[in-house]
């Protein structure tokens, strides 16, 4: 296993398997990363809890729910809005065209009722709570999405658009809470299942501005955040490939879930950037998938 992961190694396995793009953070993928998208797909599946119900949703959703959901209070810098032209047909034609004097078509958008999805769960919590009282020994979605934040850096692993495949626990409190240690547990067979060298850490996540911060101490402090974290960039700053959350009442109290005894319903979730989980794999064992240990072969059915 590399102690050391050199720039050039970087480079090779960003041109490589990755297929840069005009725009920073946006990636085409090859061939052989989707084969090892799909082996871990694969892989997380057969680790799906019975009874968990499956939902593959698109990269967008209802501006509404997630302005509902508390997003914009939390992460405002990381949200991408849908925006389409609006207008008559000859000012849209005259900006398309450049003839609008001092204008330029972009003048013209305006905000739909769709966002970029930022988390593959927060589509889940408004559709549970519309079917009525989940029981207190918890209801399980299996959820992906592609996702979309507006990230500050292209560090490779730093991605705009990136897919998250989440399991989703909505029940009584102690379920929650046991769920997101379960998880925890597994996650670390996996990674050892995976041949990479890792850390299990207390997270938070990027709160917005000053305010975001203290947040954010919280976060750490009431450990409700854990991060599973690969050396990609560096030893120093591994980086966060799976995440394993417990939200207490946030979501319950904001889409009044209740559990069948009337409580308020806790939810927790477990996240796996399908992704960065990719180039944490490449990044350690090569780019040359044929070499791989047998071990990780086998587990990603490669
Ligand atoms: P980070 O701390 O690196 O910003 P995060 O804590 O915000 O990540 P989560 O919100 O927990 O990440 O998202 C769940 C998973 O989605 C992460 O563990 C990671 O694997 C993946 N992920 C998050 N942001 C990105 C990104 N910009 N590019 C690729 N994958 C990402
Ligand atoms: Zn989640």
């Known amino acids: 296993m590399p102690t050391q992961v050199s720039a050039e190694r970087l480079e090779a396995i960003t041109s490589s398997i990755l297929q840069p793009t005009a725009a920073n953070g946006v990636q085409g993928r090859t061939g052989v990363f ?7 797909t694969a892989m997380i599946t057969r680790h799906r809890p019975d009874g968990a119900e499956v939902l593959r949703f698109p990269p967008v959703m209802s501006r509404a729910l997630l302005e509902k959901s508390g997003y914009l209070k939390s992460f405002p810098h990381l949200l991408g809005c849908v925006s389409s032209m609006t207008g008559t047909e000859s000012k849209i034609r005259a900006l398309i065209e450049g003839k609008a004097s001092g204008q330029e078509w972009v003048d013209a958008l305006a905000a739909t009722d769709l966002v970029l999805t930022p ?14 009282d989940v029981p207190q020994t918890g209801v399980i979605v299996d959820v992906e999405s592609y996702c979309f934040r507006r990230e500050a850096s292209s560090e490779l692993g730093r991605m705009q658009a990136f897919r998250m495949r989440e399991y989703v626990c909505i029940g009584a409190p102690e379920t929650a809470l046991a769920f997101r240690e ?16 890792f850390t299990l850490a207390p997270a938070s996540d990027p709160f917005f501005g000053r305010a975001g911060k203290l947040m954010a101490v919280n976060q750490v402090e009431q450990a409700l955040k854990f991060e599973l974290l690969i050396p990609v960039n560096s030893e120093e700053a591994p980086t966060a490939c799976m995440s394993f959350n417990y939200h207490q009442d946030h979501f319950g109290t904001t889409w009044g879930l209740r559990t069948d005894d009337g409580a308020v319903a806790h939810t927790a979730c477990s996240a796996f950037g399908l992704d960065r989980l990719t ?19 086998e587990a990603l059915s490669l």
């Not at 989707?34 to 871990?40: K, P, Y």
């Not at 988390?119 to 009525?132: L, N």
């Not at 379960?182 to 060298?197: D, R, T």
Request: glycine share 8%.
């Open 119 to 132: 988390a593959a769960c927060y589509q889940v919590y408004p559709i549970i709570a519309a079917r009525g």
């Open 182 to 197: 379960s998880w925890k547990a597994k996650a670390e067979q996996m990674a050892n299942q995976l041949g990479v060298p």
């Open 34 to 40: 989707e084969e090892v998208i799909a082996g871990l």
């Open 279 to 297: 180039i944490a794999l490449f990044a350690t064992h090569g780019l040359d998938l044929e070499a791989w240990p047998g071990h990780v072969r």
